[in-house]
């Protein structure tokens, strides 16, 4: 599988950036955040060095002590992990959670300083892999930017069509993830648009017709949820969907549900959020990313669109955990008529990360996981995936062999509550 070479040898390559880009970056750590920060850079680095010792080792995984926000909730379930007689060292425990896990170690080795608690060791990626999409993303606005002209006025068919489309483009924002490149450049280059006929092939399974049928009989005052995935040309793509679903008067609010730490090197956080929003709205040499930016900054300010932090995505759990460990979010997500959830981890969290045939329904998948419609715009980045037809694993395969963990096929899935 996909898990060994991922633990074995993605995880420490990702790690190895992070203590050289640490190390050359030290002065300018210290020149913003003071002395004693690049101080304790050295304490950093160490620690780092130790838990990439400790993975390549196959060391058995430790307890958190920092005392961070979810310390309590990962301790508890590595201790439940080790009740059930499951692997707790590198390469005996489940993949998922032990690839979260150091993510999460990570963090630690910052949480134990004064200055750098709230440091984002991978924004220098994230914001280059931003800058890097630019053009992209200005030839997706423009297009966008036609779209929204009139789009109340627009006839069923053709909001269906510009729905159809906006989820594409969201699904295939998906490929630019940087841990799947183990940290190293991705962006998005070309017009989008112009790449989606070429591309529908490689979807695998396509339930949008079902969205939209879930999107159309929610109502104007209906709420959409997105789970969102990676910053940068992903989330540019995820804002232009929301955009049109606003402006339409399909959807009156979107609210847009984020990570709480540093993950997966590209997931997106507040400060990425805000970051491409201001960015975009400060572009003195693009009209229409600055038009979209202000636009889209308006829509954040008037609550249209809201931003919410949930303690749960950076969690060890699977989805089908979150009715019993947290309630609170489970009903909150209950209030939105769709849930879309972008991307492969959370795919994978979804449908529990097992093994699964390919053939099972995707709702049965989901093992009880239903607080609302849900909508799952993923490529394939690694070897889990259920809801395709017969035979078209097979025939996948025999096309590309790495089609499951390459990031160049993708499914959109579609599980309602009734």
Same mark, same amino acid.
């Given at each position: 599988?996909?898990?060994?070479?991922?633990?074995?040898?993605?995880?420490?390559?990702?790690?190895?950036?992070?203590?050289?880009?640490?190390?050359?970056?030290? #002065?300018?750590?210290?020149?913003?955040?003071?002395?004693?920060?690049?101080?304790?850079?050295?304490?950093?680095?160490?620690?780092?060095?130790? +838990?990439?010792?400790?993975?390549?080792?196959?060391?058995?995984?430790?307890? *958190?002590?920092?005392?961070?926000?979810?310390?309590?909730?990962?301790?508890?379930? =590595?201790?439940?992990?080790?009740?059930? &007689?499951?692997?707790?060292?590198?390469?005996?425990?489940? $993949?998922?959670?032990?690839?979260?896990?150091?993510?999460?170690?990570?963090?630690?080795?910052?949480?134990?300083?004064?200055? +750098?608690?709230?440091?984002?060791?991978?924004?220098?990626?994230?914001?280059?892999?931003?800058?890097? /999409?630019?053009?992209?993303?200005?030839?997706?606005?423009?297009? *966008?930017?036609?779209?929204?002209?009139?789009?109340?006025?627009?006839?069923?068919?053709?909001?269906?069509?510009? %729905?159809?489309?906006?989820?594409?483009?969201?699904?295939?924002?998906?490929?630019?993830?940087?841990? #799947?490149?183990?940290?190293?450049?991705?962006?998005?280059?070309?017009?989008?648009?112009?790449?989606?006929?070429?591309?529908?092939?490689?979807?695998?399974?396509?339930? /949008?017709?079902?969205?939209?049928?879930?999107?159309?009989? &929610?109502?104007?005052?209906?709420? =959409?949820?997105?789970?969102?995935?990676?910053?940068?040309?992903?989330?540019?793509?995820? +804002?232009?969907?929301?955009?049109?679903?606003?402006?339409?008067?399909?959807?009156?609010?979107?609210?847009?549900?984020?990570?709480?730490?540093?993950?997966?090197?590209?997931?997106?956080?507040?400060?990425?959020?805000? $970051?491409?929003?201001?960015?975009? /709205?400060?572009?003195?040499?693009?009209?229409?990313?600055?038009?979209?930016?202000?636009?889209?900054?308006?829509?954040?300010?008037?609550?249209?669109?809201?931003?919410?932090?949930?303690?749960? $995505?950076?969690?060890?759990?699977?989805? /089908?955990?979150?009715?019993?460990?947290?309630?609170? *979010?489970?009903?909150?997500?209950?209030?939105?008529?769709?849930?879309? %959830?972008?991307?492969?981890?959370?795919?994978?969290?979804?449908?529990?990360?097992?093994?699964?045939?390919?053939?099972?329904?995707?709702?049965?998948?989901?093992?009880? %996981?239903?607080?609302?419609?849900?909508?799952?715009?993923?490529?394939?980045?690694?070897?889990?995936?259920?809801? +395709?037809?017969?035979?078209?694993?097979?025939?996948?395969?025999?096309?590309?062999?790495?089609?499951?963990?390459?990031?160049?096929? &993708?499914?959109?899935?579609?599980?309602?509550? *009734?």
């Amino acid at each position: 599988t996909f898990a060994y070479p991922t633990i074995k040898d993605r995880c420490p390559i990702i790690l190895c950036k992070i203590i050289d880009h640490l190390y050359r970056e030290r #002065i300018n750590i210290g020149t913003e955040f003071g002395t004693e920060a690049q101080e304790s850079l050295k304490n950093i680095i160490e620690q780092l060095s130790k +838990l990439r010792y400790e993975m390549q080792t196959n060391k058995p995984i430790s307890k *958190l002590s920092d005392g961070g926000e979810n310390c309590n909730v990962w301790n508890a379930y =590595l201790d439940k992990a080790q009740e059930n &007689g499951e692997g707790v060292t590198w390469y005996s425990a489940t $993949w998922m959670w032990v690839e979260c896990y150091m993510y999460r170690r990570i963090l630690s080795s910052f949480l134990d300083t004064q200055q +750098l608690q709230k440091f984002d060791f991978f924004r220098h990626q994230k914001e280059e892999g931003f800058r890097e /999409s630019l053009a992209s993303m200005s030839e997706l606005g423009s297009w *966008l930017q036609d779209q929204l002209e009139g789009a109340q006025q627009h006839s069923s068919t053709q909001m269906e069509t510009n %729905f159809k489309t906006l989820i594409r483009i969201s699904l295939w924002g998906n490929k630019c993830d940087l841990s #799947i490149s183990a940290g190293s450049k991705q962006s998005a280059t070309g017009n989008i648009v112009e790449q989606l006929h070429q591309l529908e092939t490689k979807i695998l399974a396509d339930s /949008s017709h079902r969205a939209w049928e879930c999107v159309q009989a &929610g109502g104007c005052n209906q709420i =959409l949820d997105v789970v969102m995935d990676n910053a940068g040309f992903e989330l540019f793509t995820d +804002l232009c969907l929301a955009d049109y679903l606003v402006t339409s008067n399909l959807v009156k609010k979107v609210r847009f549900r984020l990570k709480n730490q540093p993950w997966f090197v590209s997931d997106t956080n507040p400060h990425d959020f805000h $970051w491409c929003l201001d960015t975009l /709205s400060n572009n003195e040499t693009d009209n229409t990313l600055k038009n979209l930016g202000t636009r889209w900054k308006n829509y954040v300010d008037s609550e249209c669109w809201e931003v919410h932090v949930d303690p749960f $995505w950076t969690y060890p759990h699977v989805f /089908s955990e979150m009715e019993t460990c947290d309630p609170q *979010l489970y009903s909150t997500l209950a209030q939105a008529n769709l849930v879309v %959830f972008k991307g492969d981890l959370n795919y994978r969290k979804l449908v529990g990360d097992i093994n699964w045939e390919t053939t099972i329904p995707f709702k049965k998948a989901l093992q009880g %996981f239903q607080p609302s419609n849900i909508l799952s715009l993923r490529t394939l980045k690694a070897d889990v995936v259920a809801g +395709l037809a017969e035979g078209q694993a097979e025939t996948a395969n025999s096309t590309d062999k790495q089609w499951m963990i390459n990031g160049n096929w &993708g499914v959109i899935q579609y599980a309602g509550l *009734l």
